[in-house]
């Protein structure tokens, strides 16, 4: 049966981890032959997608806009967001939510990338609030938490972290489906080899605060002299970046670590392929895709020892602190081995994107059968 399918993504051009689970899911469909139709709040750069993800939209896929006066982040945004999903819901046979991490009435399948309501949030019992400010949040969190079922939505979480807090929160049982990372990045990862790496560590994240990035220069500063560093992402705060570039500056390291904003699919590629080790420094992290990417290119990850990354980066890559983080780069930068690579190699290809839309395609037919 041909669905017309609304997918609901409304930042779409900020291209992170997030943003391509939409685009793939979009893909994926469109490619089974349904109508798709992308909801967002700008209007989509297809040609920005191409240069971060490496990949385009199917030809078929719609999108619509939808202009928005109020920030997501305040009270007002957490409504308006309700309110536009649910003027997707009324145009399309199936309501796909990548976006909002909540599941609404009317939603069919939602994709969770760590929970709105949470223990660390709320309260898990009545009446949940932990700030006067969330009080107006009151009507949408008693229907989550005791009115809706899951029964008949199929509910994504995009790690087993986020999976059990679903389940230790809401006590709602979901499906894990992990997220994807791009093809064109698995097909380079499969031809590359290195043979001669350099003393290079990569990060690719968006410039915002959350990515804990200032933790890099104090990292960088604990290691080797011969060790270099690139930071890679969008240039989605510019405060962050212009911040980042001054504890750079304090620390005297900038000769050794190099920011590369808004740098494109193909230079993020060229950086990859030189790099034997890839850091990580967000805490808690739900699951990490640019890791997996950098992985499929023979990079050697250091993570922390926390959130989804501990499903899939081996413990002996992981740290407590950032003194460990330094000790474990200088290890493996002196003792990386194409062995090592293979190994990461091996690891990221269970989140190819193909793996993602045959896992979707099986439950999303299952669900709809």
Not at 118 to 130: A, G, L, T, V, W
Not at 147 to 156: F, R
Not at 237 to 263: G, M
Not at 360 to 367: A, D, I, N, P, Q
């Amino acid at each position: 049966m041909k669905l017309k399918i609304g997918i609901f993504c409304p930042n779409l051009n900020v291209c992170g981890g997030a943003e391509f689970v939409a685009v793939t899911i979009a893909n994926t469909l469109a490619q089974n032959h349904h109508n798709v139709v992308l909801f967002t709040h700008n209007e989509v750069n297809s040609q920005a997608i191409k240069n971060f993800f490496g990949e385009n939209l199917h030809p078929t896929i719609q999108t619509v806009k939808q202009p928005v006066p109020f920030s997501h982040g305040s009270t007002a945004g957490f409504y308006q967001t309700i309110f536009n999903s649910y003027i997707v819901k009324s145009k399309c046979n199936v309501f796909i939510d990548t976006f909002s991490n909540r599941v609404f009435p009317w939603t069919s399948i939602s994709y969770i990338h760590f929970p709105f309501l949470n223990r660390y949030f709320f309260n898990e019992k009545f009446p949940y609030f932990r700030r006067p400010w969330q009080v107006p949040l009151f009507p949408y969190v008693l229907f989550e938490k005791k009115l809706e079922s899951y029964d008949n939505k199929l509910v994504l979480a995009n790690s087993y972290r986020t999976a059990d807090e679903i389940k230790k929160y809401s006590q709602k049982t979901v499906e894990v489906l992990y997220p994807p990372f791009s093809s064109s990045i698995s097909a380079i990862g499969k031809v590359t080899i290195k043979n001669s790496p350099e003393n290079l560590v990569i990060t690719t994240a968006r410039f915002e605060p959350r990515k804990s990035l200032e933790n890099i220069p104090r990292i960088a500063s604990q290691t080797d002299l011969n060790v270099q560093f690139a930071i890679i992402g969008r240039s989605y705060s510019k405060e962050t970046l212009t911040n980042l570039q001054s504890i750079v500056k304090k620390l005297d390291l900038t000769n050794r670590v190099k920011f590369y904003p808004d740098a494109t699919a193909e230079k993020k590629m060229e950086l990859l392929k030189k790099a034997k080790i890839y850091l990580h420094p967000t805490i808690k992290e739900d699951f990490g895709i640019s890791i997996v990417e950098a992985m499929a290119l023979g990079c050697l990850p250091i993570v922390h020892n926390s959130g989804g990354m501990r499903e899939f980066v081996p413990e002996q890559y992981r740290y407590e602190n950032l003194q460990e983080a330094a000790s474990k780069i200088t290890y493996e930068i002196n003792n990386w081995s194409t062995e090592k690579a293979n190994e990461m190699k091996k690891i990221s290809e269970r989140f190819s994107a193909s793996n993602f839309s045959s896992r979707f395609m099986e439950l999303f037919s299952k669900y709809y059968n």
